[in-house]
């Protein structure tokens, strides 16, 4: 019970930690974007580089930030009918969303993880001029997954511990 | 089986995961999931790596988290209380003359963010204490700056607008462009409608006594407050629409140009900042996980082409065009009273955009009609964004009761400008086809 307790914190702290620092992620791309608009206008040589690395750095932003609002609960849902839910079945409803979930993020896993090592097995590199490996980008994917998995586990097992509490109160 | 019956499968399994509070984004990713690999066979899996990665490292959606980042920065900025200032200044003596300008700095406001948000928040902050004071009626005070602030994503700069550019296709510069008329359409009718009230029932809001009136000194001081929105909207449209920079860039410059904003009215703490940012991340993120998740959904969509068998079947009963756009309309408003826009543009435009185009319309039409559609569902009870921020910032003795019967006008007008551009498609198309 207590190593659940400190699961479900650990992996709700690592979410909003790594969530909070990546949000300043933004901050690089738009310094990169800004950096491209005055080298093309200004002194007319527009970079190679600024729109691919921006693009990477977005899939690193999204790939972090994405578990962090599951472990807020920020995901926009229809809860119109939800919200009237009594709160035990709402826990029950948690957990088979929770589920739901975890089929996308599994598969999500399965299938970015296989890209990701056939892009290192063949050093897959973008067809651009700038042309940086693609391996260890494709890498946010399976990342982003493996972080969304252990939130919805922990959320899961948040929503059993409340349930199993609930009647004691 | 069927595509229309599979469809139907995967509409029913979407509304019963979505009843049980399954998040949007993860919701349409399973569903799609479970109809690829049934339907199309476990090979199919393998597109989805890539469409993934491609959208997740995809330049063009960077402008979702940059143009709302612009709109959170706003609210800290003090733009908003110099505005209105000016307008409290120069419209106040007029009857009805502060929920004019109310709608005019919402629609400034509209030109410089993406979100309806930021000057629903704002304006209910600033606006609305300043007309209860001024005994305006609350229902015209907490209407205009609903009506008002549901302007945010048709006047462009526009989030939703990206998204829908984003699944069909249609150039996000000529969206933008698209939905300039129309937003100043419904910014009129609403003024309009607002004179027409204040003249026929005085005393619903009443000019501001004459010793409270500013001097024409103090009402040209007061210009200085367009200074920096208009810079800001010169950084962001203007150089957009002059083509110095894409969609992209311009939010990347507009949000550097905001932070400076906010670093002029000597607003910048690190909190302030930071705070933004977090805001920012989990907004954007949000909205990206959603269209993240759609890939797998519209794969199935897209396979089964159930908008071309629909368009024969349209064809072949003989439907009139504008019957079925008609009912794409109300099917809209109604999706749009227990969601969001963005899992309305999710699940509906695969199938609608290209009966749609089939038909022969316009898709850039539709999804300025789309927008406008949507501007109501934002405004709709029980579910609509735009009341639950008002909720957030009224003060206290204003229910949501109130709240509803003061939006009631406004949705009407919204209807009102709905149809007039249905009827007069040039409204939304004649910007654009100056853009070639």
């Not at chain 2, 027409?196 to 024409?216: H, L, N, Y």
């Not at chain 2, 908008?307 to 504008?322: D, E, M, R, Y």
């Not at chain 2, 185009?357 to 898709?363: E, I, K, R, V």
């Amino acid at each position: 019970m207590q190593k659940l307790k400190k699961f479900i914190t650990i992996i709700g702290s690592m979410n909003r930690g790594l969530g909070k620092i990546s949000s300043f992620v933004l901050m690089l791309i738009m310094l990169f974007l800004c950096y491209e608009v005055v080298m093309r206008y200004f002194f007319n040589s527009p970079t190679i580089w600024v729109h691919e690395l921006s693009g990477f750095s977005f899939a690193f932003y999204l790939a972090l930030t994405g578990p962090w609002l599951l472990e807020r609960k920020e995901h926009v849902s229809v809860d119109i009918v939800y919200s009237r839910f009594p709160a035990r079945f709402r826990l029950t409803a948690d957990i088979i969303a929770y589920l739901v979930c975890l089929t996308f993020f599994v598969v999500l896993f399965w299938v970015g993880g296989k890209d990701m090592l056939h892009a290192f097995k063949i050093n897959q590199h973008s067809y651009t001029v700038w042309g940086p490996p693609l391996g260890p980008v494709k890498l946010f994917v399976p990342v982003a997954a493996v972080l969304f998995i252990l939130q919805a586990l922990a959320g899961i097992c948040d929503a059993v511990l409340k349930f199993r509490e609930g009647p004691a109160k | 089986m069927s595509p229309v019956l599979i469809v139907l499968l995967m509409f029913l399994a979407l509304v019963v995961l979505f009843v049980l509070g399954t998040p949007v984004a993860f919701a349409l990713g399973t569903v799609g999931l479970i109809f690829i690999v049934t339907i199309l066979g476990p090979a199919k899996l393998q597109i989805l790596p890539h469409a993934v990665f491609a959208q997740m490292s995809g330049e063009v959606l960077i402008a979702i988290p940059l143009f709302i980042m612009i709109g959170s920065l706003l609210d800290k900025s003090g733009i908003a209380d110099d505005m209105f200032e000016l307008i409290y200044k120069w419209l106040g003596p007029m009857p009805g003359g502060l929920a004019v300008g109310t709608v005019l700095v919402c629609v400034v406001i509209a030109a410089i963010v993406g979100i309806v948000g930021a000057a629903t928040v704002t304006m209910g902050l600033i606006a609305l204490p300043a007309m209860l004071s001024r005994n305006y009626k609350k229902e015209i005070a907490i209407g205009c700056i609903s009506g008002g602030g549901a302007l945010g994503f048709l006047i462009p700069p526009s989030v939703t607008m990206i998204v829908y550019s984003s699944v069909t296709g249609v150039s996000i510069g000529k969206m933008f462009l698209g939905g300039i008329l129309p937003g100043l359409l419904l910014a009129s009718l609403y003024i309009i409608y607002i004179i027409i009230r204040s003249f026929v029932q005085p005393g619903i809001c009443p000019a501001i006594p004459k010793d409270e009136r500013a001097t024409w000194g103090e009402k040209f001081l007061a210009l200085k407050g367009l200074f920096l929105p208009f810079l800001l909207i010169f950084s962001i449209m203007g150089t957009i629409f002059m083509g110095l920079a894409t969609p992209t860039e311009a939010s990347a410059v507009g949000a550097l140009a905001a932070i400076g904003v906010v670093g002029l009215h000597g607003k910048l703490s690190w909190d302030v900042f930071s705070s933004s940012l977090y805001r920012t991340a989990r907004l954007g993120s949000m909205v990206l996980w959603i269209i993240i998740g759609c890939l797998a959904f519209s794969t199935v969509i897209n396979s089964l082409a159930l908008p071309s068998f629909l368009t024969q079947i349209i064809k072949s009963v003989g439907l009139n065009p504008w019957t079925v756009l008609v009912a794409m309309m109300v099917s809209l408003f109604f999706l749009g009273m227990v969601m969001d826009d963005l899992p309305i543009i999710m699940i509906t435009t695969p199938i609608y955009v290209p009966i749609i185009t089939s038909l022969g319309f316009d898709p850039l039409w539709y999804g300025i009609l789309f927008i406008l559609n949507m501007q109501m569902a934002y405004l709709t009870p029980p579910f609509g964004f735009v009341l639950f921020y008002m909720k957030g910032v009224v003060p206290e003795g204003i229910t949501m009761g109130d709240i509803y019967r003061s939006v009631g006008p406004f949705i009407i007008l919204q209807a009102i400008g709905l149809i007039i551009v249905m009827f007069f498609p040039q409204i939304s198309l004649w910007l654009p086809s100056l853009m070639g």
